[in-house]
């Protein structure tokens, strides 16, 4: 589909691109449930029934809140971020096959496409993150709204710049091994259980190798910074910041250059 061009200019040509991008992922925000009844309802229904499901089952069952202070909105937190990293990874890793008769037609930056994945999830999660921060307030016991809470965008900051760079770097492996798609979902699952998106990292603390892992898993400290601001009354650890902003940082810079690499391909294999 044509030479892959210079990195610098590929990165100039993603800023020319930018209104594209930015209409692209508004007009998916708003046709995306257009064929159900609730429409964008599902938006925020689908977190919320997650968030049912798993407080029943791990809460109420399982009983893995036990000692966690205020465990309904410790979980509101952890399914809502969480849910969002999943769908932002899982689209981007399937836009060049989900796309190719738009990369046949048109000579673009395929990057473009990957950015614009994910900024949909980003704009359709806006009414999601306004939902998580009502219940935080309505649901007993309720939570006083400090200046931290403005913490809560820098962190999504962050995190989309990290949902961004794994999609970078999945888009490409799926579109040289398209079976790879069919395992991200399992992989995301793992991910989740790996998070502490129901239950407190304490209970490792007879496993201290195993907590130690687990403090450096990025969408772990997603959840735990967010916990910080909005329930518990502190900024979070500088080192939990320093932690989120290195994985960002890098994810992005190398999912950039994995896809760029692939740039002149994705066409062809398609």
């Known amino acids: ?73 410790f979980l509101i937190i ?23 008769n738009v990369i046949h037609a048109f000579q673009f930056p395929r990057a473009s496409l990957v950015l614009a994945a994910n900024l949909r999830e980003l704009l359709s999660n806006v009414p999601v993150l306004i939902t998580m921060l009502i219940l935080i307030i309505v ?13 809560i965008i820098p962190l999504v900051a962050l995190q989309f710049v990290f949902n961004l760079g794994v999609g970078l770097i999945l888009a490409r492996v799926v579109s040289v091994f398209n079976d790879a798609s069919q395992l991200i ?8 259980y790996g998070s502490c998106m129901f239950y407190s990292i304490e209970r490792f603390d007879d ?25 518990y009354g502190n900024t979070g650890e500088w080192r939990s910041w320093a932690i989120l902003a290195l994985w960002s940082i890098s994810a992005l810079a190398v999912g950039t250059v994995v896809f760029w690499r692939g740039e002149e391909t994705y066409g062809r294999e398609l």
């Open 139 to 151: 649901l007993p016991p309720a939570e006083e709204i400090t200046w931290r809470w403005l913490l």
């Open 185 to 192: 979902s399992y992989a995301m699952r793992l991910w989740m």
């Open 1 to 73: 589909m044509g030479a892959r061009p210079p990195f610098l200019d590929y990165l100039v040509s993603l800023w020319d691109y930018r209104h594209f991008i930015f209409f692209d992922a508004q007009a998916r925000v708003q046709t995306g449930n257009e064929q159900d009844h609730l429409g964008r309802a599902w938006l925020v229904l689908g977190p919320l029934l997650n968030g049912l499901m798993f407080y029943l089952i791990m809460g109420v069952v399982l009983k893995s809140g036990h000692g966690i202070e205020n465990y309904v909105a």
């Open 207 to 231: 496993m201290p190798v195993v907590k130690t892992i687990m403090e450096y898993n990025p969408l772990y400290n997603v959840l735990d910074l967010a916990r910080e601001t909005l329930l």
């Open 78 to 100: 952890g399914v809502f971020l969480f849910q969002m990293s999943t769908r932002a990874i899982t689209s981007s890793s399937r836009v060049i096959s989900g796309n190719k």
